[in-house]
């Protein structure tokens, strides 16, 4: 069974599909970009890293100031390749090219006035966990500052330095080490990615027809209050929906 999304959280009339969603969740971004209260408040969230990523590159493009890009030295774990020498002849292309949640990207690409998560502990009391927002003051070659903009330690610099990562659960048949700094930037993040976070306001894109009502109820579960809630989806035609199942339609009368 179907049931119409309400209208007031609908965003249906628009020409390009990432601006009016930026637009949405970050009004006046211009004006706020450097704004710590306005950032550490909003969030869109999207079903894949890929649709994350283009909502952040997007979002990065607007705001002023140099970009700077950081990239990664990649190689696989000979210590868990068990002597397969195929894994000798897995180009760095290859293995740049790698993305998997909890594991920063290749290139990362970041302004003064970006918003980043923590993607792993650094120093919890100090309030540098996973999860744990932020906003680059000063990019520098080596190490990044930041000012953290959520937990118990708003409001304190920090420097984020390069560290050796790799997936918990590898989800390839050898175990990645990537040299990166340990961050993702997070005007927009994936669904699974908000999980145990709120928001004042959400905007959630869902561009690609294979999402889940499961997704869709989890992503209405991060904001606060009704009022904060903008949804765009569209089918695999690229039409915007307007319905959805009853299971997901009654999350939108609880907030």
């Known amino acids: 069974m179907s049931r119409d999304i309400p209208p007031e959280f609908l965003i249906t009339n628009f020409n ?68 397969n020498e195929a894994f000798d002849v897995i180009p760095s292309e290859f293995l740049n090219s790698l993305t998997t949640s909890g594991l920063p990207n290749f290139k990362i690409k970041l302004k003064v006035g970006t918003p980043i998560t923590l993607l792993k502990d650094l120093n919890p009391s100090e309030g540098l966990c996973i999860g744990t ?17 959520s937990g118990k330690n708003i409001g304190n610099l920090t420097l984020i330095p390069r560290i050796s990562m790799s997936p918990l659960q590898s989800p390839w048949p050898f175990k990645l080490i990537r040299r990166q700094f340990p961050i993702v930037v997070s005007y927009a993040m ?11 306001y959400v905007g959630i894109y869902l561009p690609n027809p ?7 109820y989890e992503a209405v579960s991060r904001v606060k209050s009704r009022h904060g809630l903008k949804i765009l989806i569209n089918d695999k035609d690229k039409q915007t929906l307007e319905t959805t199942s009853n299971v997901v339609y009654k999350v939108f009368q609880n907030i």
Request: hydrophobic letters at 40%.
């Open 16 to 83: 390009d599909r990432i601006a009016a969603i930026v637009e949405s969740t970050y009004p006046n971004l211009l004006q706020h970009y450097k704004d710590e209260d306005f950032l550490q408040c909003r969030a869109i969230l999207a079903s894949t890293i890929e649709v994350a990523g283009s909502i952040n590159d997007f979002m990065l493009g607007l705001i002023p100031g140099d970009e700077r890009e950081y990239l990664s030295a990649d190689l696989i774990d000979r210590s868990e390749a068990n002597g």
């Open 210 to 216: 294979g999402f889940s009502h499961e997704q869709l």
């Open 190 to 200: 994936t669904i699974n990615e908000s999980q145990g976070q709120s928001f004042d």
């Open 133 to 149: 927002r932020l906003i680059v003051t000063r990019l520098a070659n080596f190490v990044l500052q930041a000012k953290i903009i």
